[in-house]
């Protein structure tokens, strides 16, 4: 086998991923880290689905990032819906409101 049929098959490259698809996923790994704020995933949220409309060459990356926003902000949700229902109950439970 020579040396130029070993080379031909390196030389087709994948298409390199979008600006949107890379930050949409970077956003969406950094929720997941540092899951004290709501702005990160909103905004990787964002970003994902502007990606999967522009770069369709870098689907992957995109819909990562959408799903690891997903899950933060459905926590993020889940914990304000915790937070005010045991906020209603400790309000309701004081002495001095009956």
Known sequence: MSTSAIHAGA???????????VASFVLGI?????????????????LGIQALRREPQSKA???????????MMSLWIL??????ALGAVWIFTLPWVF
């Open 61 to 71: 990356l995109a819909v990562w990032g959408l799903v690891l926003s997903g899950v």
């Open 11 to 21: 030389a087709t490259e994948r298409p390199a991923a979008g600006p949107l698809s």
């Open 30 to 46: 950094v929720s997941v880290v540092a899951g004290w704020t709501f702005v990160v995933p909103l905004v990787s949220v964002v």
């Open 79 to 84: 914990f304000a819906v915790i937070a005010l």
